[in-house]
């Protein structure tokens, strides 16, 4: 699982709420991404970081924004939830190549 | 929630068959591909690879064919046993070095049933 968790797995939250997601890796990685994956699409990036304090947008960032104040924690903030967020998001970190290593995901709910 | 297997395309086989799994990509300037796993409920799980400059490589019971004459990339599973049972997807690389530019690009998969 290339020491990639992410907290909470869970989340049910009220459109309008801000909400956090953290990615935390223990192996050093540089490089680190937040998707979202729904039905019918394929993987979709929302933000990435090529290093700390280093982030930028991907395909899907508007309504997202990420910190990453130390190597090892990539996190992912919902400024303010709405209810096209409802989604699985998923952390990854770049590998030696290009290849990625992906998180278990969290399943966020805005009801 | 839905699950992401739901609407994708569909094969079905029995154990003990090979598997064929198909993606097409999208930019002739890719140079790097992987196929990812995806168990239900579970994050994608690398496979294998390929980089451009190769027509086929193989791992265990797994072997990844790459056609750039008309962007096909295949993956077949050999002697596919139940717990192959999960969503199969592609993803290139447009090639862009260094910098920002590690980024990947994911199809939208294929589920793939195995009947015991």
């Known amino acids: 699982d290339a020491g990639i968790t992410q907290s909470p797995r869970h989340k049910v939250t009220e459109t309008g709420t801000p909400v956090t997601l953290r990615c935390h890796q223990t192996?050093?990685?540089?490089?680190m991404y937040w998707y979202r994956q729904d039905p019918g699409h394929g993987l979709r990036l929302i933000h990435y970081?090529?290093?700390?304090?280093?982030?930028d947008k991907g395909e899907v960032s508007d309504g997202y924004s990420v910190s990453r104040s130390k190597t090892e924690d990539f996190l992912l903030t919902l400024e303010s939830a709405t209810s096209s967020q409802t989604s699985v998001y998923f952390c990854?970190?770049?590998?030696?190549?290009?290849?990625?290593?992906f998180g278990p995901g969290t399943r966020l709910t805005v009801t | 929630g839905e699950s992401v297997g739901l609407h994708l395309p569909t094969l079905s086989v029995q154990e003990g068959d090979n598997s064929i799994i198909n993606c097409a990509y999208s930019?002739?300037?890719?140079?790097?591909f992987i196929w990812y796993k995806q168990e239900s409920g579970k994050g994608p799980q690398f496979i294998i690879d390929?980089?451009?400059?190769?027509d086929k490589r193989q791992g265990q019971r797994v072997t990844v064919l790459l056609n750039k004459t008309v962007k096909h990339l295949s993956l077949q599973i050999a002697a596919t046993q139940p717990g192959d049972s999960a969503v199969y997807f592609c993803?290139?690389?447009?090639?862009?070095?260094?910098?920002?530019?590690?980024?990947?690009?994911f199809g939208k998969g294929t589920l793939l049933t195995v009947n015991p």
């Open positions: 990854a970190i770049r590998g030696t190549g290009y290849e990625q290593y």
């Open positions: 192996e050093n990685h540089r490089y």
């Open positions: 970081s090529y290093g700390v304090k280093d982030t």
């Open positions: 930019n002739s300037a890719s140079d790097y």
């Open positions: 390929i980089r451009s400059n190769m």
């Open positions: 993803a290139e690389n447009y090639g862009n070095s260094g910098g920002s530019n590690y980024k990947l690009t």
